[in-house]
């Protein structure tokens, strides 16, 4: 593989009508599975969604993005301590895991697992797509998947063979993200100038354009993360973690 390929990657949504084998799905789950983990717990679980009536009960659940009905397979990550709870308790330990600090754990594992299966398949020509919205209808995603207590689902990821090449996505420059040694607090300048390009970015000005405002800042927190909705996701999403046997 070439060294720059990870500067090349890009999020697909559209996919062809080649399918992902069961194998190559098998294949890149267990590699997968060699992701870094806390105490080597691996603290998650996937379901994978190929069936279209299923694909199309939990569209609704990620704002019906055409993604989810397009994509060969929907792998739904979950922080899932169910599995790890019981093992315990059939091997005569008394496990003490519903809690905050276990939760975060879980969601770690899941996340960096999560990530792991994007690579290894993007290195295998699959594309993939992250849907932000699965911790925002979680309650109803595990109705449809089943999820037992202590199994939260915390990212979905969408695959397929790419019908096409997309445009690829704007990115900071390394000094907004790299700090040596201490954090660097920036200047409103600084900000200005790390800002620069995405608030140039062709695509981003149409964004601001499509929705009558002044600067790309206003999108994200008028329209598409606005405070009343963070607070009502937030809500929803904490009360469905004590649900699922998590005191936080």
């Known amino acids: 593989m070439e060294n720059n390929y990870f500067n090349q990657r890009r999020t697909v949504r559209s996919y062809s009508d080649k399918p992902i084998s069961e194998e190559t799905l098998k294949s890149i789950i267990e590699q997968a599975m060699r992701a870094p983990t806390t105490g080597n717990m691996q603290l998650y679980s996937v379901v994978a969604t190929r069936d279209e009536e299923m694909k199309r009960r939990l569209a609704p659940t990620h704002f019906n993005q055409p993604t989810v009905m397009g994509c060969q397979v929907m792998l739904t990550i979950c922080a899932d301590y169910n599995r790890f709870v019981k093992w315990c308790e059939v091997s005569d330990a008394v496990p003490g895991y519903d809690n905050f600090q276990s939760f975060i754990t879980a969601m770690l594992d899941a996340t960096m697992f999560a990530q792991q299966i994007v690579t290894i398949a993007e290195m295998q020509g699959i594309g993939t797509c992250y849907l932000g919205t699965v911790t925002y209808n979680a309650p109803q995603i595990a109705e449809i998947l089943r999820l ?101």
């Open 148 to 248: 037992p207590k202590r199994v939260v689902p915390i990212a979905c990821i969408t695959m397929g063979y790419p019908a096409s090449e997309p445009e690829q996505c704007e990115r900071l420059p390394l000094e907004a993200v790299l700090h040596n040694e201490t954090y660097h607090d920036c200047s409103d300048q600084e900000i200005k100038e790390l800002y620069k390009a995405k608030d140039d970015f062709e695509p981003n000005q149409k964004f601001i354009t499509e929705n009558g405002k002044q600067t790309l800042a206003q999108v994200f927190t008028d329209v598409r993360y606005t405070k009343q909705a963070n607070e009502t996701f937030s809500k929803i999403f904490l009360d469905f973690i004590r649900t699922q046997g998590f005191e936080i």
